[in-house]
């Protein structure tokens, strides 16, 4: 089955990134778009600190954040996004989606995607094509394992990153048994 | 890099199986062998829950448990392995590590793969070679990727699970905002 | 020794609530003033569901929302706190912090108090007397237990809550075991 | 109302103390009795790690584990047990429950307190009289309002601790935004 290309986004103010990004100029890189509001609970306590782990653990994956405003927008203008990704640390570049026509309360890419909601997580592979979209909260295990599949298609597949694990040397301690 | 060859294990007792399972009676699947001690506090509150996920998010992974006891013995018997396995509901097979020869306190299988403590995850790919070996806490994510990579290159590569995402239709749920 | 009386607040904006508030008024039922800002991490990952749970489980309890703004002011305007509290279900009452005079970032009632930062939890007794001051994440153990002794000294004291506990019928569930 | 006086508990072996202990002999001090099976899942993952909170936050109230085994008695022994605590960390006096007469599977203490399972929490004030009994995970703010009612009535009512509370003071940390 061939997949559709993901639509290239539309956006206004990029944060965290000297110029704005294209879609198509990450063409060769796995690219994970994470679509979110910053007064949605769910963004704030799982959405995005899981965007953040695929960053920190996958620096050849390529973590975008879209703001994707569609309620309140009076509330969640620039100043206070700004705001926003300094208070949480956000480093990855974030880019505000584009307002809709007159009378779509929905932003632009939002609605060239057809998200449900916030937050939606979009997985891209290194040819552009949509491989995946899920609303809600995303679960590390089946995200990793997307993650992984698409990262050995890639044409320079990255090795697969050292396990940052935490163990102890001192016998049982709280996570493992030493021998 | 040619990978070696994971060792054979060696057991005794197999629980939640009718007859003893066999690495090599298990080539053309992707392995997780996951090595804990019933009483090491990191393998009941990290290490089995994640085993635990990935046998319930990738039906296709042949997930194992291994019992290596290296300390206390006479505290982690069969009778209480068989009590801890249904209390916990751990329903992947899981075998008992062969004692060592006198004089060592590991036992034999945790020895051949020269494992540090527990919890300890292995993977072994479709062909029987050892992809990687992992002590202490392991991240989902990282776990995830190497799932994803090593069922990539499957003989019959199974198909990525649908995301079992959880997301309200409730304006803004806990989990979510939705259109 | 003699507590000292907590100082009045001074608010601006009211919400949740149909008539400003006042300390005084409040005399006679413990009070719970929780200082926090909308884009403060720890305030909405630790202090705030903190509040939410204490006035869940102790209706005598008046817990008090107190919006004290030092920084990034112009990102957590009154449009920006009515959608923060409208998505994050907070439903007890909220105050915005009178701003402080010419040159001072801090608030007045946060002047007032003394606060080091948010979140901050103040605990006033039935008699206006300012019992404790938390700055950072608090234990509910420790929380509970100043809840406990000063309900005990209010003039009617209420009933302690039933314990709503989760215990299950079903031999060993996840949380408990059955006889 | 007149709360009923708590039984005396009936136990064999003794841990983390040199002697036994009798409730009569504890009287004068708020305790906290926990009864708990090592293979009970609710009670390694909450009822154990509240009990240590406690005994950590609240040096004044004797915390008593009571080993009270009603299943799989083999798989739960003297041996076990010991490697259990050891594992666990746990410090506090630790009983176990005396056997039931014939035909009865549950020990005798568990039975006099009409136990329903495990977790079961009791606290007792310090007059020894039964002042509430949980089954079940059990929340911190409501066991600590009870112990902060029992302690005030204490005859020496220790000081409430000080709150050993985590705050940054590098402008927004996680958890907390300093001035």
């Known amino acids: 089955m061939e997949l559709p290309l993901a639509p290239e986004w539309q956006t206004t103010t990029w944060f965290n990134v ?23 609970p769910g963004c ?7 965007a953040q782990r695929v960053a920190t653990r996958f620096p050849d994956v390529k973590v975008i954040g879209l703001h994707t405003v569609f309620e ?3 509330a969640m203008g620039l100043a206070s996004l700004r ?17 809709g026509p007159d009378g779509d309360p929905l932003p632009r890419t939002m609605r060239a995607y057809a998200m ?18 899920v609303f809600g909260v995303h ?22 990153p050292a396990a ?8 049982c301690a709280e996570d493992s048994c030493a021998v």
Chains 1, 2, 3, 4 share one sequence.
């Open 18 to 40: 000297p110029e704005p990004l294209t879609l198509s100029g990450l063409r060769g890189h796995v690219v994970l778009l994470h679509a979110f509001q910053m007064l949605c």
């Open 44 to 50: 704030v306590s799982h959405g995005l600190p899981q």
């Open 72 to 74: 309140h927008h009076e």
């Open 83 to 99: 705001a926003f990704l300094h208070e949480y640390r956000i480093r990855f570049p974030v880019a505000v989606d584009l307002s």
């Open 116 to 133: 449900q909601g916030t937050p939606t997580t979009v997985l891209i592979d290194a040819h552009g094509r949509l491989h995946r979209q």
């Open 139 to 160: 679960d590390d295990l089946l995200l990793g394992a997307d993650l992984g599949l698409l990262r050995a298609h890639a044409p320079s597949p990255a090795e697969p």
């Open 164 to 171: 940052p694990t935490i163990a102890s040397k001192d016998s």
